[in-house]
Antibody
Framework: QLVESGGGLIQPGGSLRLSCAAS????????MSWVRRAPGKGLECVSI???????FHAESVKGRLTISRDNSKNLVYLQMNSLRVEDTAIYFC???????????WGQGTTVTVSP | QSGLTQPPSASGSRGQSVTISCSGL?????????VSWYQQHPGSAPKLLLY???KRPSGVPDRFSGTKSGNTAYLTISGLQADDEGDYFC????????????FGGGTTLAVL
């Protein structure tokens, strides 16, 4: 399973670091992602880290959000800097499956960016 | 925000079938079956229903099925049950050599 933590209420321009703790699976497997759902909106995959440590970040977060992982601790992180109101969302950690799907999801952690 | 197009809502009566569409798939996505479907209940995490267009993970009942035609994928839910109410999302990737994973805007299903 995956368990996220680190969300909270933060002012615009602030920083947060989200963590995703994995049990029963290895975060070094295939690819791990952060997917968010903003209020009233759909799902958005914001960051991915692949087994070769290459990463992808959506244009909407590029330069502000950074995904990383610690294989020895079986953790995935999302460093969030220069946060904006539009980053307000529930952030889910998800394990990649096959070429394009996500098969294991955490329960999510809520990030609220507000003055 | 989302790269794929879904109808915002759908409905069906208990026991009947409903089909939800997902359009805007790239040609590579359809050629390589890069299509997945997810169910999300309020306050819960998304759940993978189908991957590679029509494959079901262990534990997903065969009432859920998937097909594709051209650049559109379809999710069909047969024998609708009250617990099927929720949001449904399709997912894909922009291309074989692209890293980006994209989702549809979601369809809220009501079971009457």
């Amino acid at each position: 399973q995956l368990v996220e933590s680190g969300g909270g209420l933060i002012q615009p321009g602030g920083s947060l670091r989200l963590s995703c703790a994995a049990s029963g699976l290895a975060v070094s497997f295939n690819y791990m992602s952060w997917v968010r759902r903003a209020p009233g909106k759909g799902l958005e995959c914001v960051s991915i880290i692949f087994s070769d440590d290459s990463t992808f970040h959506a244009e909407s977060v590029k330069g502000r959000l950074t995904i990383s992982r610690d294989n020895s601790k079986n953790l995935v992180y999302l460093q969030m800097n220069s946060l904006r109101v539009e980053d307000t969302a529930i952030y889910f950690c998800a394990r990649g499956y096959g070429s394009s799907a996500f098969d294991v999801w955490g329960q999510g952690t809520t990030v609220t960016v507000s003055p | 925000q989302s790269g794929l197009t879904q109808p915002p809502s759908a409905s069906g009566s208990r026991g009947q079938s409903v089909t939800i569409s997902c359009s805007g798939l790239s040609s590579e996505s359809t050629n390589y079956d890069f299509v997945s479907w997810y169910q999300q209940h309020p306050g819960s995490a998304p759940k993978l229903l189908l991957y590679e267009v029509s494959k079901r993970p262990s534990g997903v009942p065969d009432r859920f099925s998937g097909t594709k035609s051209g650049n559109t994928a379809y999710l069909t839910i047969s024998g609708l049950q009250a617990d099927d109410e929720g949001d449904y999302f399709c997912g894909s990737r922009t291309g074989l050599r692209d890293f980006e994973r994209i989702f549809g805007g979601g369809t809220t299903l009501a079971v009457l």
